[in-house]
């Protein structure tokens, strides 16, 4: 019966220092993360730096948490009811759940970060934590399409900017690169209903690119 016991702890142990392990490796991934984008702020002032960058640490930690407990609920709901109309009810108050906690932990982040760094500063954090995919796609449609006017201009800036603040709060790369292409897709109506052919602008554009010696 000691020997049984005995086993069992120690496979209890090992599984501990496995998961240990496992959160120790995780939490370095992300302080990594961290470290890449803070370094692009140019901060001389080292505690300043290190306090960046364990605040952007625990954001990418607890928006892990947020998101992997909401996919975990969602996953139980599925396979505890079998209603359509009460799971769709369950999916929509746990997404709502999740939004909420989503939108309180971003005020407290972009609070941090207010507290120690300027405007411009923060916006190169968000940018770091979406992979620039904002001011990318940007460009992107004003090289496609040279004749846009300047209010167009600014509506494809602002739901890029809007599809920015979505895609901090996912944590994967997947789920952020989904939020852009949701609101590409948002420019892509906006700019057919202004007399643009997409499909034509797109062509021509690979067709200068190519002209230049270039590749999309």
């Known amino acids: 019966m000691k020997h049984i016991i005995g086993i069992i702890l120690l496979v209890a142990f090992g599984c501990s220092v496995s998961s240990q392990n496992e959160d120790t490796e995780y939490l370095k991934v992300l302080a990594e993360r961290s470290e890449k984008i803070v370094k692009t702020l140019n901060i001389t002032d080292s505690e300043k730096h290190n306090r960046i960058t364990k605040t952007l640490t625990n954001q990418y930690k607890l928006l892990g948490e947020i998101n992997d407990d909401f996919n975990h609920k969602i996953k139980v709901a599925k396979e505890e009811i079998k209603d359509n109309t009460k799971l769709e009810q369950k999916n929509k108050e746990l997404y709502e759940e999740k939004n909420a906690k989503l939108y309180n932990l971003q005020c407290e982040f972009i609070g941090n970060l207010s507290a120690n760094l300027t405007n411009d500063q923060i916006e190169s954090v968000k940018d770091g934590m979406t992979y620039g995919v904002r001011m990318v796609t940007y460009k992107s449609y004003n090289e496609m399409i040279p004749a846009l006017k300047e209010d167009e201009k600014r509506q494809i800036y602002a739901w890029l900017t809007e599809a920015r603040e979505h895609a ?44 230049a010696g270039g590749t999309l």
């Open 168 to 211: 901090m709060n996912a944590s994967s790369s997947k789920d952020k690169h989904g939020w852009f292409n949701k609101y590409k897709g948002r420019i892509n109506n906006y700019l057919s209903r202004q007399g643009y052919d997409i499909q034509k602008e797109r062509k021509l554009w690979e067709e200068r690119v190519k002209a």
